[in-house]
């Protein structure tokens, strides 16, 4: 989801370039180009609640936002897993669940830390938030009459109870999601954030940076900014650019993948405190706000996503084309990228539905390349990309419009050891399973922790 600061600009350029889409009827699919998938799924059927899904799809479990982190601002953001534990990003703070069993998710404790994004990652027995608010000061009583602090935000996770605030650490422009990338006793965290915002103490243009944050794992408190790279600095000496939304990194092939708005880019971080770009990939005619990216388990292709209009549009309905708001896929090929297709969900929103390519992960099947993935009131789609060529969803899982409206639905849809999990803004913490014959031998796969932003191979 595009902050605040940036979404009344960027929705202005995507609305102008939406309706010069010409030849697309309304209530109707544009038709789909060569290399695009449209393909229905697995048959669906509708329950009385309205949920409508594919066979294949089983929901197990809907654990609803609860107090205190349930108020209308609260919403459900990004997970992160560890052992038995999920844990929830929300607007007002985090939660952490039980999930020793999937079907039956227990609420272990809820941490009242109020600030947009609140992304969530966990690394031993340390909980990293990104805040993208400006507020008064790093802590949790922080509040957002004074503009003035915003970046990371530190928690002691040891006693999962009763987690513990460390520390924070400033960071220009905020953190609007932040990446791991271990590194023996330090664990550096990449930090992309938007920029710029000319009404903020802590953001003013230009900002092309992306920023890397030193935590020692012996003394967290003490974690500082460590560098500042330039991924554009044609960008910067000009005074444009909006920085990066989204990195993923693989550390174990010293390589990473951002998505930084009207760009993709590969970089090499063999030395992970100065990472260097590799190549530089744009699609102007589809690709509106490049939003994230997911390598497959061998490292020889990277589905990236757009987020066109910030979350806040229908853009998976009859007027919007197939290759806007979805994903691309890229193989490699002798060491550059070469887009194949785009994928986007099948199924046909209403006009006030917002729905578009959003967070999601692979789910581990040995020798195929399958992920599951969130649309906000898309749901969730489970798609096949084995042939670059030719995407098929596999499997799927929605609501219906939600009767409050405005940026709601499915935040993140990934796969951890056997279940699907889907954070949902407003309806809380569903788990899925999903029985297909392609996706079943990865329920044989167990994984001691999952952050989607750092990939490890399976």
Known sequence: MISAKLRGALLCTVLLLVSACAGVPLGGRPETPAGSSQETSAPAKTAADGVMKSDNIEHVANIPRAAPLNGPDDLNTDLAFQGDFAYVGNFGGFAIYDI?????????SQVTCPAQQNDVTVYGDLLILSIDEPRSGPE???????????GLRIFDISDKKSPRYVGAVQTDCGSHTHTMVPAGETLYVYVSSPGPEPDSETCQPPHELIQIVEVPLQAPESARIAAKPDLFPER??????????????????????????????????????????????????????????TFNNDGSKIVFGDELGGGAM?????????????????DLVN???????????????QPDENCVAHNGSLIPV????????????????VWDFTDSTNPKEIGFFERGPDEVGGIVGSWSAYYYNGYIYSSDMRQGL?????????????????MDDFNVQTQKSY
């Open 100 to 108: 020793s069993d999937p079907t039956k998710p227990q609420i272990v």
């Open 140 to 150: 949790c009583d922080s509040r957002d009459d004074r503009r003035s602090w915003e």
């Open 236 to 293: 910067s000496s000009s005074g444009g650019g909006s920085g990066c939304h989204d990195i993923t990194a693989y550390p174990e092939k010293n390589v990473a993948a951002a998505a930084c708005f009207g760009d993709g880019v590969i970089l090499d971080i063999t030395n992970p405190v100065e990472p260097k770009v590799a190549q530089r990939l744009d699609d102007p005619e589809n690709f509106e706000i490049w939003h994230s990216a």
């Open 314 to 330: 229908a853009t998976c309905d009859g007027n919007t084309p197939p290759t806007k708001g979805a994903d691309a896929v890229y």
């Open 335 to 349: 060491g550059q990228l070469k887009r194949r297709s785009y994928f986007k969900i099948p199924r046909e929103q």
């Open 366 to 381: 040995p020798g195929k390349d399958v992920m599951v993935q969130s649309w906000y009131q898309g749901g969730v789609s």
């Open 430 to 446: 569903d788990v899925l399973r999903i029985d297909h014959p392609l996706t079943d031998p990865a329920k044989e796969i167990k």
